[in-house]
């Protein structure tokens, strides 16, 4: 068992309207650590200008899906009924489910979304207006290299200058303006080259499962490797900071457990055409842990790399309260939320082995390690980890969060889904293993989570209506925080997304979104007055996301952008919570008093709807605008 796996504190917080909560939690300390406290001081970032930036990710802005030589990549098959584009056949994934649903909300995809494949530099003007010094973006992999098999049937990529030379315009747009680049290596839309591949290769496909799938095989990492050195060789004198994987969990989670994301995997027959929830989300995970090693190996051994560059995983993880604070099930519950979410990923990283509550659930003679295909020696279903992991960080640590739940224990019960939560219902224990193969990676962890109090019903914080898993729940990013900073001491955080997307009624009601501007002060208020007092160093903080765009299965269905996009005549405007940040940018450290400090959403007098062309013809320059002097 890890030394420190979290703290007791009582933390004042403040809701959306700015008022002050006290939130009592509940200890989750380890036997070893239980008298632990937490020094009070100055904020350890302060001499070090603070990071304030804004995400996006290459498929859910860009459009332009079959420009400059871009093969398809999964999503492209998974959201839009194709044969093949620019001679790669959507083959081994469909664009509807086994019952004949379509895979994206209202069957939308991508191919338009906010055309940002030639409005980078309107983008890149638009941040440098509202005071922002950094952009975290992904590179489209399927547009840097063109793939295709030899005679022998071995994968050879090829370089696409094409491609190549349009992200280094990018890149420059951004770094022209004195904008630090946050650059994705790999954020879902893994080329469907590779993915149909893999589905008729043997060592790439599980026994009992009946095709195989890209980060399934054995040697996906080298193929991400030769990719990493492509980018750190072309990009590596332009970028500060490197993320390997965007959010594995989500990969595994919806991608090989529940089959909501491309490559579509479950067990359930209704849902995916392939796939097997119980033993798939292993491997995988596995497999992106060997692939983030040689991301990272690929940028420490980098001779074109910045000098104070860094690198990282992005991780994920939503904050979970024990539904009873008194009761130890829960409390043991949600450790087992925080283990199963970032821990299964960090721990091999920071510590060379999985978290102990993985390996217990999951061992031979379990429910679920019992029979599993891939039973290892280390008598577990999980894989024995590879010796190449460890040790491959750095002293940050890159986190996204959203949204925190109840969570509670549960024995011989199912896990069902409901709203996008994990909630039970009684089941007889001898079909616990079954129900791990519908439901699949959380299955084992004995936990269930809503954003819903299992017992009052009451939410935890105000519920988004376009995206059901959103709570807003201020707190939840300062106690995660803490949670992080007592399991992996002396780390830096560096916050890669966090946001609010919810649905309008219309544009005026959109771009005035006082919603949004609320979570934004809440959030950022509570990890501010917190890192200061517990003397964290959180060093960045990225806002999901500068523009509406594409939220994947989601489609268009949820808005999260600081700017409005007109998605039929690209026009763009920002909203007031993007006037919000225009203020807090000029903010050079985190403020000591959190949300006191920040500006009154409310009092915001927000000008006149106008787009950003508009604005920009007004200054009568170009979008493309030349740096500062």
């Known amino acids: 068992m890890l030394g420190v796996v979290a703290i007791l504190y009582t933390l004042n917080s403040v809701n959306s309207s700015g008022q002050d909560v006290v939130l009592s939690e509940s200890s989750l300390l380890g036997e070893s650590n239980k008298n632990m406290t937490i020094k009070a001081g100055e904020a350890s970032q302060k001499g070090t200008p603070f990071i304030w930036g804004t995400a996006t990710a290459a498929y859910q802005v860009e459009g332009y899906r079959n420009v400059s030589g871009r093969q398809p990549s999964i999503w492209d098959c998974f959201d839009t009924p194709m044969t093949e584009a620019n001679d790669v056949r959507c083959d081994s994934i469909k664009s509807v489910k086994p019952s004949g649903k379509r895979n994206t909300w209202h069957g939308l995809n991508a191919a338009k979304t906010d055309e940002e494949y030639k409005r980078y530099a309107e983008t890149a003007s638009t941040l440098y207006d509202h005071g922002f010094n950094a952009y975290r973006m992904s590179i489209s992999w399927s547009r840097v290299i063109t793939y295709h098999s030899d005679p022998d049937g071995k994968i050879v990529g090829v370089p696409n200058l094409a491609g190549i030379a349009h992200y280094k315009d990018v890149i420059k747009s951004q ?37 195989g799938s890209f980060w399934l095989c054995p040697d996906s990492n080298l193929v991400f490797r030769e990719y990493a050195e492509l980018l750190l060789k072309e990009f590596g004198s332009e970028v500060k900071y490197w993320v390997t994987l965007n959010e594995p969990l989500t990969v595994i989670e919806d991608g090989y457990a529940g089959g909501k994301h491309a490559p579509g995997r479950c067990s359930n027959r209704t849902q995916c055409w392939a796939g097997d929830s119980a033993v798939e989300p292993y491997i995988a995970t596995h497999n992106l842990l060997r692939a983030h090693a040689e991301g ?11 000098a104070d560059s860094d690198c990282a995983m992005v991780l994920s993880g939503s904050w979970g309260v024990p539904a009873d604070p008194d009761s130890a099930e829960d409390i043991a519950a949600a450790q087992r939320f925080m283990e199963w979410q970032m821990a299964i990923f960090a721990d091999p990283i920071w510590y060379g082995r999985w978290p102990d509550s993985v390996v217990e659930a999951t061992k031979k003679g379990s429910p679920y390690g019992e029979g599993t295909a891939n039973q290892t020696s280390t008598g577990s279903s999980l894989p024995p980890l590879d010796p190449m992991i460890v040790g491959t960080h750095t002293k940050i640590y890159f986190m996204n969060h959203y949204t925190s739940g109840y969570v509670w224990g549960n024995h011989g019960e199912k896990d069902t889904v409901e709203d996008g939560a994990v909630v039970t219902t009684k089941a007889d224990a001898h ?11 959380y299955a084992p962890a004995k936990f269930s989570t809503s954003g819903k109090h299992p017992k009052t019903n009451k939410p935890i914080g105000r519920q988004s209506k376009a995206s059901k898993w959103l709570y807003e729940f201020g707190p939840g990013i300062a106690s995660i925080q803490n949670w992080l900073h007592a399991r992996y001491p002396d780390v830096a955080l560096l916050v890669t997304e966090n946001g609010w997307g919810d649905s309008s009624a219309s544009k005026t009601s959109a771009v005035n979104d006082l919603d949004r501007c609320n979570f934004y002060r809440g959030y950022i208020g509570n990890m501010s007055k917190n890192a200061v007092e517990n003397n964290i160093t959180v060093v960045g903080y990225f806002a999901w996301s500068i523009m509406d765009n594409y939220e994947w299965s989601d489609s268009f269905n949820s808005r999260f952008g600081l700017v409005y996009v007109d998605y039929e005549t690209q026009e763009r405007t920002p909203k007031l919570s993007m006037q919000w940040f225009k203020s807090v940018t000029s903010m050079t450290q985190l403020p000591a008093n959190g949300w006191h400090d920040l500006p009154s959403c409310e009092d915001l007098e927000y000008p006149a709807v106008q787009s950003v062309a508009s604005r920009h013809m007004q200054k009568n320059q170009s979008l493309s605008i030349e740096p500062p002097p």
Request: charged share 20%; with cysteine; aromatic share 12%.
């Open 431 to 441: 079909k616990i293993h079954e129900a791990q193969r519908d439901m699949g990676f």
């Open 296 to 306: 990272f190996n690929a940028w420490k051994k980098s001779t074109n790399k910045l």
């Open 175 to 211: 770094t022209d303006l004195g904008i630090s680049v946050v650059l994705t290596m790999f954020h879902w839309d893994l080329p469907q080259f590779l993915e149909n591949w893999a589905a008729n290769e043997e060592k790439c496909t599980p026994a009992g499962s009946a095709t």
